[in-house]
């Protein structure tokens, strides 16, 4: 999978199944983008039609890990000087992904499956900063009249 969308980058995960089960490798220090290294991760689960987002950060990059269920993910340029595009990708257990999406991207996902889902989230900013202490870099669209809703 290719973006359009400059600095977006969407790398397909290999799932290695065996009479085990399965192991994905998520992150490789040699397979990040650029300068992008994560300060934190996380893991939130979302219900069944449940979005999360859309929304956009000034300064942080995301990574994303979409492992299990099935899940809409629209990306959406949203910087002054850059083509308005939006990409939608099915992303999740049959098509696993790691997705990474710079500063000025408005992003969201979707489970669109019939179970809980969960993504793994490794932003390269430390959430609302050193000890929880600085303003969150977040600005919602979740209420924004856009062509670009999801």
């Known amino acids: 999978m290719q973006s359009e969308i400059e600095g977006v980058v969407i790398r397909p995960l290999k799932r290695f199944t065996d009479s085990r089960g399965w192991l994905i490798e998520v992150l ?4 990040l983008p650029g300068e992008f290294v994560p300060a934190m991760g ?10 999360r987002g ?4 000034r300064h942080q990059t995301d990574g994303f890990a979409f492992l299990s269920g ?6 959406w340029e949203n910087r002054a000087d850059k083509p308005r595009l939006k990409e939608c990708y099915r992303l999740g257990e049959e098509n696993p992904a790691f ?4 500063p000025g991207v408005v992003h969201a996902y979707r ?4 179970t809980d889902a969960t993504v793994l989230n490794f932003p390269d900013r430390l959430y609302a ?5 600085e303003p969150v870099d977040e600005i ?6 856009s062509e670009f809703q999801l």
Do not use: C, M
């Open 28 to 31: 490789r220090e040699d397979e």
């Open 42 to 51: 996380y893991i939130s689960l979302t219900h069944p039609g449940v979005a």
């Open 54 to 57: 859309p929304h956009e950060h």
């Open 70 to 75: 099935a899940f809409e993910v629209t990306l």
């Open 99 to 102: 997705v990474t999406v710079p």
């Open 111 to 114: 489970n669109v499956g019939e």
């Open 129 to 133: 900063g050193w000890g929880k202490k």
């Open 140 to 145: 919602r669209h979740e209420e924004i009249d």
